[in-house]
């Protein structure tokens, strides 16, 4: 149980598009779900809280309008990048907790995002 | 502010035991977190204390002493499969959803 997809696996852009990543809860459904990035060798930073029917909960320093979450049902949030430039390439991973766990988050397999 | 710390790299041979050590200093403590990550691949979750003691599961044990700010994860009969990076992580004290994870200490298995 407690299965998280994301898609895409891997994406290539160009500065300034848009890239829209989207996370998935697979068999239970997840009022909240967790953006973070991870740069090489370096720990997780959690970006943002996804809410499924209210605005995103930010993190100090995150950009909103750079990276727009939306959680319009209870088994899927997406992240969408923004104006994309080469420093926001980084890897992507999205999480959600179990309501019927122990607080642990299952993570999805991650989005490795390269802006050229 | 929250801090974990833990050791950045870690050597050990196959077939051996290697404990990894975690503190942590936080306003307040919740649960401690062990993930286990694979270079590229999102974190998977290993185990969760609350309570101080010894919890074992299957090769992996996690640790806890609330009154140390301390936590070592252990592992046994080491398989080649288990060079990763470990990440330790504490609930967020202020924030019931929120984890705070540590840099992650890196183990490589040697033959």
């Known amino acids: 149980g407690a299965v998280v997809s994301q898609h895409p696996s891997r994406v290539i852009c160009k500065s300034g598009t848009s890239v829209k990543i989207e996370c998935r809860s697979l068999d239970f459904q997840a009022t909240t779900m967790f953006w973070y990035r991870q740069f090489p060798k370096q720990s997780l930073m959690l970006m943002a809280t996804?809410?499924?029917?209210?605005?995103?909960?930010?993190e100090q320093g995150v950009e909103k309008d750079k990276f727009l979450i939306n959680h319009a049902s209870l088994t899927l949030s997406t992240l969408t990048v923004t104006s994309a430039h080469p420093e926001d390439s980084s890897f992507y991973i999205c999480?959600?907790?179990?309501?019927?766990?122990?607080?642990?988050?299952?993570f999805g397999p991650g989005t490795r995002l390269t802006v050229t | 502010g929250q801090n974990i710390d833990q050791p950045t790299e870690m050597t050990a041979t196959e077939g051996a035991i290697v404990q990894i050590n975690c503190t942590y200093q936080?306003?307040?403590?919740?649960?401690l977190f062990w993930y286990q990550q694979h270079a590229g691949e999102a974190p998977t979750f290993l185990s969760y204390n609350v309570l101080d003691g010894l919890e074992e599961k299957g090769r992996f044990s996690s640790f806890l002493s609330r009154s140390k700010g301390y936590s070592y994860l252990l592992l046994k009969e080491l398989q080649m499969k288990d060079s990763a990076s470990y990440l330790c992580a504490v609930r967020d004290p202020n924030r019931d959803d929120k984890i705070i994870f540590g840099k992650g200490t890196r183990l490589h298995i040697l033959p």
């Open positions: 999480s959600a907790r179990d309501p019927g766990g122990l607080y642990e988050q299952y």
């Open positions: 936080t306003s307040g403590f919740n649960g």
């Open positions: 996804s809410n499924e029917g209210s605005k995103a909960t930010y």
